[in-house]
């Protein structure tokens, strides 16, 4: 099974800066799918961003992007000019593109935004 | 309507009573997801609804029992459980399970506590 790590439990940041979420995953397959998530404190969990394994250029929405980083099997997500509202629990997730079903959640991080 | 709704929002039930949970999307979407989160951790699938037919089942008690009534609609049967299945549940849909927009939308959840 494909496993997603997130090695930072907690992050802080301060307004208007930016901060950058590191996730790794492991995984066998060639082609599959990367997501971020934001979940707020007693909020709905909602898709910031996802990246296809077979494109080679990062994602962006806004002020969120993602370093794609394929042969290392890495997935760092950097939110730019943060914003209070920014604050939640960040998760990775990987899906295969074959089995198509699961998502496979990292631990999540916990994003701090100070004034 | 890209939203997914939950009902109700809280619930508290003792160990003997029989309650359900109610999930609704208007997307069109042809999958559905039960995930059951417990605080702090990332979400655990619980069930998988493809095409109004339960495709999967990740080993989940049978005092847990889904049932997808049209292709709309998802639904939680809860009966004799225990506290520690006390957590929020999580209702998500996304347009198939294989497909290649695959980006699954999650509703606000039904916090569970089971005395």
């Known amino acids: 099974a494909q496993t997603v790590t997130q090695s930072q439990p907690e992050m802080s940041v301060q307004e208007a800066e930016t901060v950058t979420l590191s996730c790794t995953y492991d995984?066998?397959?060639?082609?599959?799918?990367l997501f971020w998530y934001k979940q707020p404190p007693s909020r709905q969990m909602i898709l910031v961003i996802r990246?296809?394994?077979?494109?080679?250029q990062n994602a962006t929405e806004n002020r969120f992007s993602v370093n794609f980083q394929k042969a290392a099997k890495s997935f760092s997500l950097k939110i730019s000019d943060s914003q209070l509202g920014d604050a939640a629990m960040y998760f990775c997730a990987y899906r295969s593109a074959g089995s198509g079903y699961a998502l496979n959640f990292g631990k999540g991080t916990s994003l701090l935004v100070t004034p | 309507d890209t939203e997914v709704t939950q009902t109700p929002k809280h619930l508290v039930m003792g160990m003997t009573n029989k309650k359900s949970l109610k999930c609704e999307q208007h997307m069109g979407h042809r999958a559905m997801y039960w995930y059951k989160q417990k605080a702090k951790k990332p979400p655990e699938l619980m069930f998988v609804y493809s095409y109004e037919k339960l495709s999967i089942n990740e080993s989940v008690p049978s005092r847990f029992s889904p049932e997808c009534p049209n292709s709309s609609l998802l639904n939680l049967h809860l009966h004799a459980l225990q506290p520690e299945d006390s957590a929020l549940y999580l209702c998500a849909s996304s347009q198939e399970v294989t497909s290649t927009r695959n980006e699954q939308f999650f509703g606000p959840g039904t916090r569970l506590t089971v005395l």
């Open positions: 995984t066998s397959e060639s082609d599959y799918y």
């Open positions: 990246q296809e394994a077979y494109k080679q």
